[in-house]
Antibody, heavy 116, light 109 residues
Framework: QVQLVESGGGLVKPGGSLRLSCAAS????????MDWIRQAPGKGLEWIAY????????YHADSVKGRFTISRDNAKNTLYLQMNSLTTDDTAVYYC?????????WGQGTTVTVSS | SYVLTQPPSVSEAPGKTATITCGGN??????VHWYQQKPGQAPVLVVY???DRPSGIPERFSGSNSGNTATLTISRVEAGDEADYYC????????????FGPGTKVAVL
């Protein structure tokens, strides 16, 4: 079935880095624009990055611009989020989502905790 | 960037109709999507493009959009509808193209 599975979350110290992955199955990633969205504990949804199907169009939210980078490997059916210079404000559950008339498929999320 | 507003909470008795609003400047000119999120779960798309339902979403969920307000209506509310609901738009004029509303917690009394 159509599925997204995130991985790569964990505990990291302030200033550290992590790379999140989002593996797609049941559909061809190359056919879809994709997003990363995060949710801090007890807070709402925050969109953070978007990438077109071929990777030629990329947007990042101001809150992560210059620190996070979205990318994709369509041959591996995988989406990535490289996160550098992490701060405690980046602590959240990170979701990837497929764009198709809204965000129609979401992963289960991976938790990133930034703490010393 | 574009700003969306939602009431923090809405309460309704089982069997009644719950209405959640999403306010934004001339939001009627944009496509609005709605997501349901239950505790500990990922969000689920319940309405897209103002008023369409994805496969598997009950007809009790409906949407509309006009002027400065979009609305998600849940008819014949059930206990299982208790969740947070978020509206979302795509702002093509911005380099921050995706915007979520702050969310509305729906409680079934």
């Amino acid at each position: 079935q159509v599925q997204l599975v995130e991985s790569g979350g964990g505990l990291v110290k302030p200033g550290g880095s992590l790379r999140l992955s989002c593996a797609a199955s049941g559909f061809a990633l190359r056919d879809h624009y994709m997003d990363w969205i995060r949710q801090a504990p007890g807070k709402g949804l925050e969109w953070i990055a978007y990438i077109s199907s071929d990777g030629s169009i990329i947007y990042h939210a101001d809150s992560v611009k210059g620190r996070f980078t979205i990318s994709r490997d369509n041959a591996k059916n995988t989406l990535y989020l490289q996160m550098n210079s992490l701060t405690t404000d980046d602590t959240a559950v990170y979701y990837c989502a497929r764009v198709y008339y809204g965000m129609d498929v979401w992963g289960q999320g991976t938790t990133v905790t930034v703490s010393s | 960037s574009y700003v969306l507003t939602q009431p923090p909470s809405v309460s309704e008795a089982p069997g009644k109709t719950a209405t959640i609003t999403c306010g934004g400047n001339n939001i009627g000119s944009k496509n609005v999507h709605w997501y349901q999120q239950k505790p500990g779960q990922a969000p689920v798309l319940v309405v897209y493009d103002d008023s369409d339902r994805p496969s598997g979403i009950p007809e009790r969920f409906s949407g509309s959009n006009s002027g400065n307000t979009a609305t998600l209506t849940i008819s014949r509310v059930e206990a299982g509808d208790e969740a947070d609901y978020y509206c979302q738009v795509w702002d093509s004029t911005s380099d921050h193209p995706y915007v979520f509303g702050p969310g509305t917690k729906v409680a079934v009394l």
